[in-house]
């Protein structure tokens, strides 16, 4: 790691005006404003980022999950300045159209995990949970049955920041302060083994967890529910990667009762499991698919709601009764998210990038083990494909939470940073997650696992030195 200061003078004043103009999300606003000390990033390149001070970061996390195909790609950087100097925006009200929205549109459809039909463009994940919730919604009114508007979503899930899909997101923190969530959005147990299903068969947990299901929907009447939203493998609730057989258990209750399921597949979608989508990892088999960060590997926001034939001529029989289709936004099918979206998926089928992910999580989750599998301050490993996460505990035999106060997740990533490792902890729990570039290499991944484990090992002296711990 280089640790020349390049311009302190700019790298400071870069500092000052973030620290006194921009308003951060999910960040301490008081102290950030007070005495917060921000790295400003300036340039990267693959999984490399550097900031405004020289010091150079392995990106573990790919930005939010999302920079899949890696940094400074030319191909889309090019796809994007073609397509403004060509046509940089047209709107798709009024059956409007451009011609790279169309062509996005047919090949979502051609790769679709399942059987799907129509594409609703949008600018983030969060926007496009918004748009599931409200076609559910449209839908069950077409159908002649207004009471089936509940979504349920399951604990520790995360969809998203708008007053609908942070609702539906099943992180306390996110409703903190919001009024949130809804009385309309219920949540269901996550399958989080470490603290849902501790010495549990799978068998036995997934009957625990359709079982809380069943209560649930029998306590709120099926009736009265529309669908139910789920990530096949949860993300930021701490990258939960449920027992097999779940997903055909919890499909055979949703169809019992004629609830829709939504597969959000913002972190999954486009390889990041070793295979094209979540979905086909998982064996689901949604009515309604969400996508959004790696369909552009985050050069340009954009955001796609697929939806199946079933629900589509329900929408378009709606179109009798209510009129043409009151939503969109200003930037549905925008021609540079498209163009954008074009190139990033030619990078992944070109270079192989999916098998790459593949081949690249088995590596990553054999250093983890290797790394931490002994570790006394680590109550579990998990992962799938080329997403993975540690959760560190206060007991191992007897799994028991440090106290949140403690912050010790944290400091773990903060320890990692200096090291040159970009992690994140990820909230309601003290795990920290993996989710790097696609392009990372082997010798890469060892460097991120050593680092981690030093920054490990390194909170974890200071734990047992300050009483908080006895390891």
């Not at 280089?2 to 999910?26: G, M, T």
Request: glycine residues 10%; aromatic residues 8%.
């Amino acid at each position: 790691m280089s640790n020349a200061i390049e311009n302190p003078v700019n790298a400071s004043l870069l500092s000052d005006l973030d620290r006194q103009h921009v308003f951060h999300p999910f960040t301490a606003l008081g102290s950030h404003e007070r005495d917060g000390a921000p790295i400003v990033m300036t340039h990267a390149e693959g999984v490399m980022m550097h900031d405004s001070q020289g010091r150079d970061y392995i990106d573990a996390m790919a930005g939010l999950w999302c920079v899949n195909v890696g940094y400074g790609r030319e191909e889309i950087a090019n796809a994007m300045r073609d397509q403004a100097m060509e046509l940089s925006y047209c709107h798709a009200f009024s059956s409007m159209a451009s011609d790279k929205p169309a062509i996005l549109a047919g090949r979502l459809i051609e790769m679709a995990p399942v059987p799907m039909s129509k594409v609703f463009f949008g600018n983030s994940g969060s926007d496009a949970n918004d748009t599931q919730a409200k076609l559910v919604w449209y839908y069950n009114n077409v159908r002649g049955k207004p009471a089936k508007k509940k979504i349920i979503a399951r604990q520790r899930g995360y969809h998203g920041v708008t007053v609908m899909s942070a609702g539906m997101t099943g992180l306390p923190g996110l409703h903190a302060g919001f009024d949130l969530p809804l009385s309309f959005i219920k949540h269901t147990m996550a399958p989080h083994r470490l603290w849902e299903g501790h010495g549990l068969s799978d068998a036995e947990f997934v009957a625990k967890l359709v079982d809380d299901l069943e209560q649930l929907i029998a306590r709120e009447g099926a009736d009265t529910i529309g669908a139910m939203i789920m990530e096949p493998v949860m993300g930021a609730g701490g990258v939960i990667v449920p027992p097999q057989g779940y997903y055909e258990a919890i499909q055979s209750v949703l169809d019992r009762h004629d609830i829709l399921l939504i597969a959000d597949e913002v972190i999954c979608g486009f390889g990041r499991l070793g295979s094209m989508f979540g979905c086909q990892a998982m064996g689901m088999k949604p009515d309604l698919i969400t996508v959004a960060k790696g369909l552009t590997s985050a050069y340009f926001p954009l955001s796609a709601c697929m939806v199946s034939d079933k629900v589509w001529q329900v929408l378009v029989a709606g179109g009798d009764r209510f009129g043409a289709f009151g939503h969109g936004y200003t930037y549905s099918s925008h021609p540079v998210g498209a163009a954008a979206a074009l190139a990033s998926l030619d990078l992944l089928e070109k270079e192989n990038l999916v098998e790459q992910a593949g081949r690249r999580g088995e590596h990553l989750h054999r250093r983890l083990q290797a790394a931490f599998a002994d570790h006394p301050l680590v109550g579990e490993i998990r992962g799938f494909g080329l997403i993975g996460a540690i959760e560190l505990v206060a007991d191992r035999d007897a799994p028991k939470a440090f106290d949140p106060a403690l912050k010790v997740a944290p400091r773990i990533v903060s320890a990692a940073r200096d090291r040159g490792i970009i992690s994140r902890a990820l909230p309601a729990s003290d795990s920290l997650a993996f989710s790097p570039p696609f392009v990372i290499t082997e010798a890469q991944i060892d460097r991120v696992v050593e680092g981690v484990r030093e920054a490990v090992d390194e909170v974890a002296a200071e734990l047992k030195a300050s009483g908080d711990w006895s390891g």
